[in-house]
């Protein structure tokens, strides 16, 4: 190799980068980094701290608040629970009193007239509370309202079709508090 062609490998581009990785323009273009005094530091964490105990009380106000809803729904729970069994036992006392004097009665037609009388109190006891009766003889078989029991091969009947009541069922407004235990129409 001659001398000047050694001359050219040694000496640095202009566009080369340098040693500790940075051109020698971005040299030229760096300027200090300004350092914020102290004050103003001080100032950021009084104005960042007073932020932080503001949201730490909102989230404990929140939480407290929380808390007092819990405790006042659950009461109001009890109260509504409390209001709805005064409201059924209320329409059921009239029946339990009767019962009462139907045990104290001596002669045959006069237990059969008071039980009559109590079993219509209970049904107006029953009525004022939303509970009908589920109509099962001669329907077609439900699940949802129906409990088959037994099934029976019947001609007057169509297969599938309730042909006994066992027990009577009942629900309030639409929902199901005992199902009908019914025997069941087939074919054989």
């Known amino acids: 190799m001659s001398e000047t062609e050694k001359k050219k490998k040694q000496a640095p581009k202009p566009d080369a980068p340098k040693a500790d990785g940075k051109d020698r323009k971005d040299v030229k273009d760096e300027k200090p980094t300004p350092q914020p005094d102290a004050q103003k530091l001080e100032e950021q964490v009084e104005q960042l701290t007073l932020q932080l105990k503001e949201e730490t009380e909102r989230v404990l106000r929140i939480s407290a608040e929380y808390d007092n809803f819990k405790k006042r729904t659950a009461k109001e729970k009890e109260e509504l629970y409390e209001l709805s069994l005064s409201a059924v036992l209320t329409g059921l006392l009239p029946v339990f009193d009767n019962l009462e004097r139907a045990r104290l009665c001596k002669d045959y037609d006069t237990l059969k007239s008071g039980v009559e009388m109590i079993l219509n109190t209970f049904s107006q006891a029953l009525t004022?509370?939303?509970?009908?009766?589920?109509?099962?003889?001669?329907?077609?078989?439900?699940?949802?309202?129906?409990?088959?029991?037994?099934?029976?091969?019947?001609?007057?009947?169509?297969?599938?079709?309730?042909?006994?009541?066992?027990?009577?069922?009942?629900?309030?407004?639409?929902?199901?508090?005992?199902?009908?235990?019914?025997?069941?129409?087939?074919?054989?």
Do not use: W
């Open 128 to 188: 004022n509370l939303h509970v009908t009766e589920i109509e099962a003889l001669g329907k077609e078989f439900d699940p949802a309202c129906h409990e088959a029991v037994l099934t029976e091969v019947r001609e007057d009947y169509e297969p599938n079709t309730v042909c006994e009541v066992l027990q009577k069922g009942y629900r309030i407004k639409d929902r199901v508090l005992r199902h009908a235990m019914v025997k069941v129409a087939s074919k054989e």
